[in-house]
């Protein structure tokens, strides 16, 4: 037994030894708030459907005429019932008995992605970029990445993940740190570095034909869902984005850095 659990660990590290070293394992979030809320919206809609289901069952045992009235709390509880039945079938921000397992490997040189029987490995160099947003349900706001590789769908890193936020924000770093040496020698060649709405050079930020120098910039910060640069002595910000619009932030937060420290600059950066 020992002879085939060695075996089989020696064969997962020679697939996975082009990836380097095991940095960080990430699973699914399944709290016990998640489980008690999960089983309180199953038994609720389970209720509501089995009174709806008795009372279609007594009219048509014993037929008496519905006024407009009677339809009202049919309707309800036909609603409510559909709603907990799309919450739980909601794997974007919910974790429910029905959803596969989820295992994500973080390795120095890339990432591992396994979902029930399906497995993805991506190298930094296979990813194109990274984009981060949230979704916005009406029981709140959760984190959500997308990491696009250069052939391929995409691989979505949703709020059911444990720490989704540190793992994105890792991969984020990972792409970055691997395109960093092409991006940093076109920046300083003189090439800006260009985003839906940004435009960021050696010397100022720009939207559109409108610039502003670094010298004059106090922060610039990015979360899950909006970027904004605030300029010094100003109440509001000067640019304001969603980070949905915007891709391989951690690039930009690299740049930002360098012209900082380059600069010399008081500027703070939280991308």
């Not at 289901?53 to 049919?74: E, H, Q």
């Not at 709405?197 to 670094?214: E, F, H, M, P, T």
Request: charged content about 20%; proline content about 4%.
């Amino acid at each position: 037994m020992m002879d085939h659990i060695s075996s089989a660990s020696m064969n997962e590290n020679q697939e996975t030894s082009h990836l380097g070293m095991l940095v960080s394992q990430f699973g699914l979030r399944m709290s016990l708030p998640d489980k008690i809320f999960c089983w309180f919206t199953g038994a609720i809609g389970l209720i509501i459907l089995g009174g709806l289901l008795f009372v279609v069952y007594a009219y048509f045992r014993d037929p008496y005429p519905l006024t407009f009235s009677s339809y009202i709390p049919l309707g309800v509880m036909a609603y409510l019932s559909f709603q907990s039945f799309i919450l739980l079938c909601n794997h974007e921000a919910l974790v429910t008995p029905f959803r596969r397992k989820i295992t994500i490997y973080l390795y120095e040189k890339g990432f591992v992605y396994c979902e029930g029987c399906e497995r993805r490995e991506l190298l930094w160099s296979q990813v194109k970029s990274v984009e981060r947003g949230a979704i916005t349900m009406w029981f709140g706001v959760f984190p959500r990445y997308i990491v696009c590789p250069s052939s391929g769908k995409a691989v979505v890193l949703n709020s059911i993940i444990g720490d989704v936020v540190e793992l994105g924000r890792a991969i984020e770093r990972g792409v970055a740190d691997h395109l960093w040496p092409e991006v940093l020698a076109d920046f300083q060649a003189g090439k800006p570095f260009v985003l839906p709405g940004l435009a960021v050079s050696q010397r100022y930020a720009s939207k559109s034909d409108i610039k502003l120098a670094w010298r004059l910039v106090e922060v610039v910060e990015a979360d899950m869902e909006r970027l904004v640069i605030k300029g010094k002595g100003s109440s509001g910000a000067w640019l304001w984005l969603p980070v949905s619009q915007l891709i391989n932030l951690g690039i930009l937060a690299k740049l930002l850095i360098y012209i900082k420290e380059e600069q010399g600059l008081d500027m703070r950066v939280e991308v």
